[in-house]
């Protein structure tokens, strides 16, 4: 382990001991801050739970935890802007499970406001709420808040710690602490004499921080810079460390087989499995059996050769059922209605009406790296190690499974292959909590099989919309939509924070009520199946459902009408968000636009406002011999300010080539209560030869910084579709798009 | 009974039952973790690692049929040691989650070693197989063709 890795593990394990000293769930009014989770040694000093500092140099610790977004990297830079550190010298690690860490910028956005007509109360309102997250220990990456989240609190950091260096300094030279400046890591006097922050970390420590400003975005030299990712050299060299990839002293490898109806495991016969090369232990779990080996492929092959049976479904068991369920919800009371403007009944006869059902499947995360977790129990201690993207949630609900509390309880945070929301959901780390409990002294690493992945997923949930809409004259007068599924909400929020969902489900309908389009009679009802099949938060969570289903309506309205799909939308937004319409006025530019295509090529249009930003995207799919492809996706959106343009755009590249991936082949079915997709021959994405060109532009017309994970997603859904329907005359209303066209693959 | 084995130019005793993947010794008897696990069935390309030079998926190669050399990324280049290759890699700032990335490169080494300036269709043929699940198939591609320009200077 690095240098930096053992100062982490003994500040954390100090750390974790010193949150039970204090800290717990609750304690905290509103407006205090948490204590500072960091416990430094001799000659260290933790400034502040984000700057750790020691005689080689400053190491800053990340709330949030990186899953390939690039957060290390622009969390980073914002500490190092206010720091005055240099680039190579900026080291970065995960925060530990610490109420210090919690979301700034997520509650909030259960508010039911359309985001983009937000005025300043309102943002101050959410922005309150916000702190609600502390209540909650919301140690969570997620909902495309990182920036929003980390933005002020990393600059106060860095600037609060870069004064009390110069306190210290001050001290040592006996010079005004305001005639001194700071440079590259060092603390410079008038008279040129200069001390590394890493000498003056002792002294540091004693000082309380001084209130201070933060500097004008005109002096700033990293952010709005396209900076070097901190990973790059680690994951082009295979020594990036991921959970998986966790090594210890005297560590078995163990995997799981879990009840595929999402039930309880009734019994097994474990006989031959017993006695096959490698198996050490076999252990009963509630939900499956467990083997442990000296090689993971050796329990691989264990777990298959043990015979279980397992309780039925709680949920219908097949697809046709689940479908038949959704339906019958329309028949119940909406449980929302978060817009509902004019008037949907009275419409004048000479309208032309337009109705669309859309069907929407169940979907997996599908990570490149397979859930798995690293343990390790020692009677009155547990150790967990793993890729996550809440912490708190990793310590607490191993604690619980174990029998320990939660500063027995100690969390490595790894960076992720991949989370798109399942590393929220922890199951994996507290199974490996519960097989290494029956090791004491022995780590265990559990990995779960690329099947037992797909087949044990929360979903994204499926949804049926029933559209209705009149045009008259070039007009839209009226969109009346239905949104019917299961909500991942109610299915997440009790097991994320023991509460119940209740009220008007926001995240059901986000994506549909929220956009930014001025027609007069304008309704979105949401409609809740009560099914029972596990759901979880999936990249751009409710929009992932929404937007193919609004987008798409919008397309046929416009068609209807006898318009261009994209003038109707620009014309339908100018005045209600001009920076949403300046994003479709870049991409049309981008796109060189014109409304018609050759033979052989379709163009479609869509936009979604999710996450707090707005993004346009146009889709180009061309006829070759071999089947569709997906040629090239333009993309404008506006972040508000885009601390790392380079990442941003990537972000939005991934958004889009993952959004694309689900509408043309993502398809979660179930049969005999049990998922049918077993791994990426049935379950898979674009490649590189069925992967689009993307060009990305970024405006920054918005007042509030917003995200970049999420919004690529939701609309190259649907413009793919529009772009099929252009090519083909064929108007595909369910999804995956490969049932209906002779896609590429 | 140990099955003798040669990774990166070192020779290696292996005492492992002989139809275990060579991914799960790589992984979990040699500790060379660079080589990722995604699938287990040759789906996705992240194991890829080279056996006399060709690209293969470790995952479905039995430890008694490894029938050369084996190479892996960690032989590639090292932080302070960049192949060409990786170097294009992070000049491109290819990586996200980065997981796949270890496949990637080695299948595009594999890929310059035989066709040294491959066109866009032979990178769609050669990389066909390894998947990505963060879409950064553009700055591979544009990675691959970088590094191929570089390799012909030298």
Not at chain 1, 453 to 473: E, L
Request: with cysteine.
């Amino acid at each position: 382990m690095s240098r930096i890795g053992t100062i982490a593990r003994r500040t954390f394990l100090i750390g974790s001991a010193a949150i039970a000293g204090g800290v717990a769930f609750g304690i905290y009014k509103l407006n205090e801050t948490p204590e500072n989770p960091l416990t430094p040694g001799t000659g260290e000093a933790a400034l502040n739970p984000f700057i750790f500092l020691d005689q080689t140099g400053v190491t800053i610790i990340t709330p949030r935890a990186e899953m390939g977004q690039g957060v290390h990297t622009t969390l980073a830079a914002l500490a190092a802007e206010e720091l005055d550190l240099d680039w190579q010298d900026v080291r970065v690690l995960h925060g530990p499970p610490a109420a210090a860490y919690y979301n700034n910028a997520m509650v909030g956005g259960l508010l039911p406001f359309k985001e983009y007509q937000m005025t300043g109360w309102q943002h101050m309102m959410a922005g309150q709420l916000d702190k609600a997250g502390k209540f909650l220990s919301l140690q969570v990456t997620g909902g495309s808040t990182s920036m929003r989240d980390g933005f002020d609190r990393l600059r106060e950091a860095g600037a609060s710690a870069r004064e009390t260096l110069k306190l210290a300094a001050s001290d040592r030279l006996g010079v005004a602490a305001a005639s001194l400046r700071t440079e590259s890591g060092r603390v410079i006097a008038p008279d040129g004499t200069s001390i590394a922050y890493g000498e003056l970390a002792e002294a540091a420590a004693q000082i309380v921080p001084p209130t201070v400003t933060l500097r004008d975005p005109s002096q700033w030299r990293y952010l709005g810079q396209s900076m070097p990712r901190l990973d790059q050299v680690a994951k082009a060299t295979g020594t990036a460390q991921f959970g998986i990839d966790t090594r210890m002293e005297g560590m078995k490898f163990a995997t799981i087989r879990q009840n595929p109806q999402r039930a309880a495991m009734s019994s097994f016969d474990a006989s031959a499995a017993e006695t096959m090369p490698g198996v050490e232990k076999i252990i009963a779990l509630e939900t499956g059996v467990a083997v442990v080996a000296s090689n993971t492929w050796l329990a691989f092959q264990a777990a298959d050769a043990i015979d279980i049976t397992w309780a039925p479904a709680p949920y219908p068991t097949d697809q046709d059922a689940i479908w038949a369920a959704i339906e019958d919800s329309f028949d119940t009371e909406p449980n929302s209605t978060l817009r509902h403007d004019g008037n949907l009944v009275d419409l004048p006869e000479e309208a032309t009406l337009v109705e669309a059902e859309y069907r929407m499947p169940f979907l997996a995360h599908a990570t490149m790296e397979p859930m798995n977790a690293t343990a390790l129990f020692t009677g009155d201690a547990l150790q967990v190690t793993c890729g996550n993207q809440s912490p708190v949630m990793v310590r607490d609900k191993c604690a619980e499974a174990t029998g320990l509390t939660p500063d027995q309880v100690t969390v490595q945070t790894t960076i992720m292959g991949g989370g798109f929301g399942r590393r929220g959901d922890v199951d994996y780390a507290v199974l490996a909590a519960q097989v290494a409990q029956q090791m004491p002294g022995t780590p265990i690493q559990l990995t779960w099989t690329r099947e037992e992945d797909m087949t044990q997923d929360f979903y994204r949930p499926a949804a049926i919309g029933r559209f209705r809409g009149a045009v008259q004259d070039g007009k839209v007068l009226a969109l009346d939509g239905k949104i019917a599924g299961p909500s991942v909400n109610a299915s997440a929020m009790p097991r994320w924070t023991g509460m119940e969902a209740s009220g008007p489900d926001k995240i059901h309908v986000e994506g549909a009520y929220d956009q930014p389009y001025a027609i007069p009679n304008y309704r979105i009802a949401g409609h809740l199946t009560d099914l029972g099949i596990p759901l979880g938060y999936w990249r751009s969570v409710g929009a992932s459902v929404t937007a193919f289903l609004h987008e798409t309506f919008i397309d046929e309205l416009a068609l209807a009408a006898g318009r261009d799909p994209l003038d109707l939308r620009l014309e339908l937004m100018r005045d209600e968000h001009p920076p949403s319409a300046a994003c479709l006025e870049k991409v049309a530019e981008m796109s060189g636009w014109t409304g018609q295509t050759p033979d052989g090529i379709g163009r479609g249009v869509a936009f979604s406002f999710s996450f707090g930003t707005p993004v346009a995207q146009v889709v180009e799919v061309a006829q070759t011999d071999a089947g569709i492809r997906i040629n090239k996706v333009w993309v404008a959106c506006d972040v508000g300010l885009a601390l790392d343009p380079s990442i941003v755009r990537a972000q939005m590249m991934s958004g889009v080539i993952f959004g694309l991936s689900a509408a043309a082949m993502g398809e979660i079915t179930f049969a005999d209560g049990a998922v049918e997709q077993q791994n990426f021959y049935d379950y898979d994405a674009l490649r590189m030869h069925t992967a689009p060109a993307v060009e990305v532009a970024i405006l920054e017309n918005k007042t509030h910084l917003s995200g970049a994970g999420e919004p690529g997603t939701p609309p190259s859904m649907p413009a793919l579709g529009n772009a099929l329907f252009d090519l083909t005359g064929t108007r595909a209303r369910s999804l995956p798009l490969m049932h209906s066209f002779d896609l590429l693959m | 009974m140990t099955i003798a084995l040669t990774v990166n130019g070192h020779p290696h005793q292996v005492d492992l039952p002989d139809d275990v993947p060579l991914l799960w010794v790589l992984r979990d008897t040699l500790g060379l973790t660079g080589t990722k696990f995604g699938c287990g069935v040759s789906a996705c390309g992240a194991c890829t690692v080279h056996i006399d030079g060709e690209a293969v998926r470790s995952c479905q190669v039995a430890l008694g049929d490894v029938w050369g050399d084996v190479t892996t990324i960690e032989a590639q280049g090292t932080p302070d040691a960049l192949s060409i290759l990786q170097k294009a890699w992070v000049d491109h700032q290819v990586a996200q989650c980065g997981y796949c990335q270890s496949g990637q490169i080695m299948q595009a080494a594999a890929l310059l070693a035989e066709t040294p300036s491959p066109s866009d269709e032979d990178i769609d043929t050669a990389m066909a197989g390894n998947l990505c699940r963060c879409g950064t198939y553009p700055r591979i591609r544009a990675a691959i063709h970088d590094a191929a320009a570089k390799m012909s200077e030298v």
